[in-house]
């Protein structure tokens, strides 16, 4: 029950938080590339580009909800969440996943920049995503 009172303020606050949203962000974006560099002892750098079996689209409303379709290695997946924005910063959650990052909109481009510090069980690394305006 206390699960479930702290999942509906979060949603809430963050549906309110949103629509002061900056517009910019809202709308279809397109999946274009993701570049991974991972912080080990040799940093990697791995680049997935859109194709047929890389598809991606992420929907943005002024409500504060975002929907997203993708196709990813052959296996599908859509579903909803909330998002808000705070100057550069935006803050999605699906689910129970909470993805936290930087993002700038340059010429119909949007960059979303993440980054997760090394644990004992994982490599730090960032990862840059790259989206087209539909």
């Known amino acids: 029950m206390k699960k479930s009172i702290a999942l509906y303020l979060t949603i809430s606050i963050a549906i309110l938080l949103s629509q002061n949203n900056n517009s910019s962000l809202q709308g279809e974006w397109i999946f274009e590339s993701m570049t991974t560099i991972t912080k080990a002892a040799r940093e990697e750098i791995t680049i997935v580009y859109k194709d047929k079996n890389n598809v991606e689209t992420l929907t943005f409303s002024n409500s504060g909800s975002i929907l997203y379709n ?35 909109i340059e010429d119909g ?9 090394e644990s004992d069980e994982y ?12």
């Open 70 to 104: 993708v196709l990813n290695d052959g296996i599908q997946k859509t579903g909803r969440g909330v998002w808000y924005s705070d100057e550069s910063y935006v803050t999605i959650i699906v689910e129970s996943d909470t993805t936290y990052g930087t993002y700038g």
């Open 109 to 117: 481009s949007l960059t979303i920049i993440t980054t997760e510090e």
């Open 123 to 134: 490599y730090g690394n960032s990862t840059i995503l790259k989206y087209s305006k539909q």
